[in-house]
């Protein structure tokens, strides 16, 4: 419960207590972001719920992936897993078990019940704090899908301009392709719009705003004789013997939104 001194004189105060918003019979993926806790809970934990699906390889391999290395989009398992793993083997600069390898690529998916995906809920200012929270979802889902396709492919992900792409090059390979460490501003916005098609289709995310009534507690405090003298200065309750205090209710409505996140779908 929040107090504001919304109004102070002589011989009169006015203290308004906002009543909290209660939620009852809460599912599990449902968070409700508050201004009392850090925005990294909130974030670890909606991460925590999505893991187990952005974990799957047919709603994250483009479809280039999916022939190239004989993915069943049914069971999830990899036709081609011994030579998948040996090319990340090759590429990845970071030493790994190849049996931790192997069996995670062969691992079956996890299925949890009680409903899936997360939901954010905020109201009032922190309806923009569960838009930043919406923001880092974002950034770890692009973050993620470049790492997976830079260890599987051998090579970063970049897309490059027109100007880049149709530049001939006398090589075997065909056109050119100049290094992905070379500065482009318009290979970079080309990338940037690929990226932010590519998460778009990872997650699905509605959202829909709204209102939700609040009540607070107005408490007037009054004295009808000239109140006892107060150190601090400004008009005290305490320090008078004949203080009335009066309670009202005050109703007002504030903003709200949910934003639903889920993984994959049509």
């Known amino acids: 419960m929040s107090t504001e001194h919304s109004s102070t004189d002589d011989a009169h105060s006015t203290v308004m207590c906002k009543r909290p918003l209660f939620v009852l019979n809460k599912s599990h993926n449902e968070i409700y972001i508050t201004s009392r806790v850090p925005l990294c809970v909130y974030y670890d934990r909606a991460i925590s719920l999505l893991r187990w699906q952005l974990s799957r390889f047919p709603d994250l391999c483009s479809d280039r992936f999916a022939r190239e290395n004989h993915l069943n989009k049914t069971t999830g398992i990899l036709g081609n897993r011994a030579k998948l793993l040996l090319q990340h083997m090759d590429s990845s600069t970071v030493s790994c078990d190849p049996a931790s390898v192997s069996a995670a690529l062969s691992k079956h998916h996890e299925h949890i019940t009680g409903g899936s995906g997360v939901i954010l809920y905020g109201t009032g200012s922190c ?69 932010e098609a590519i998460v778009k289709r990872i997650l699905r995310v509605n959202i829909s705003t709204g209102s939700v009534q609040c009540h607070d507690d107005v408490y007037s405090y009054s004295v009808q004789d000239n109140p006892l003298p107060s150190t601090s200065g400004s008009f005290c309750p305490l320090d008078s013997l004949d203080t009335s205090v009066q309670v009202s209710r005050r109703e007002r409505m504030i903003s709200s939104i949910r934003i639903s996140i889920c993984v994959g779908g049509k």
Do not use: M, W
């Open 127 to 195: 309806v923009n704090r569960a838009l930043y929270v919406l923001q880092d979802i974002y950034e770890y889902v692009k973050k993620l899908y470049v790492e997976s396709q830079s260890r599987f492919r051998g090579r970063s992900v970049r897309v490059l301009c027109d100007q880049c792409s149709s530049t001939a090059q006398s090589s075997t390979e065909g056109r050119a392709k100049h290094s992905l460490e070379d500065p482009c501003s318009s290979c970079d916005a080309s990338t940037n719009a690929a990226l």
